[in-house]
């Protein structure tokens, strides 16, 4: 069957732009490209594959993020299967740097880059087939920040801050305590 040539065909493009609209329903200012979950977008004979790799497995959104990247597509009039890939792993490395300004804006420390091991290489992690443009983001803005720096209350900014317990409002986030401001809070752990 073929559709018809009046109507402009959707393109990856196109889709991609579509799922600009679907946030991660924990973190609902950010976006799913935003935050390295949407891993590719792929044109079938019948629609669209979508990947979406979960920021950890069981984790408890995904069933909502695949629901909600299926209406984005159905309210479009498209047709899409969506794929959950858990190999390579999900990172906060994949997170881009509006998602980490994002976070920081949401009140939500952003994530350090993770410890550097001796093992440095900077493809051994990319996944086969997925976009080459997604895991190549370099943090520039955070370009001097180490692993074992202090992390910045996302209210004030001050380095005076102090763990109160390594799991926060979910297990990816540790509960933080600024002794600037009194404020409690999230660092999403790097991982
Ligand atoms: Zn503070």
Known sequence: MKASPSERLPTTESVWALLEAVTDPEIPVVNLREMGILRNVEETATGFDITLTPTYSGCPAMDQM???????????????????QLAPAWTTDWMSPTALLKLREYGIAPPHPRPVTSNNSTT???????????????F????????????????????????????????????YRCLGCLEPFDYFKPY
């Not at 695949?66 to 959950?84: E, M, P, Y």
């Not at 955070?142 to 390594?166: F, K, V, Y």
């Open 66 to 84: 695949v629901d909600d990247v299926q209406s984005a597509l159905h309210a479009a009039g498209l047709t899409a299967q969506v794929k959950i």
């Open 124 to 138: 051994s992690n990319a996944p086969p087939g997925g976009s080459p443009g997604l895991q190549k983001v370099t």
């Open 140 to 175: 520039s803005w955070r370009r001097n920040l180490t692993a074992s720096d202090p992390i910045a209350c996302p209210q004030c900014g001050s380095l005076d801050t102090t763990e109160i317990s390594h799991f926060g409002s979910t297990a990816c986030k540790a509960l």
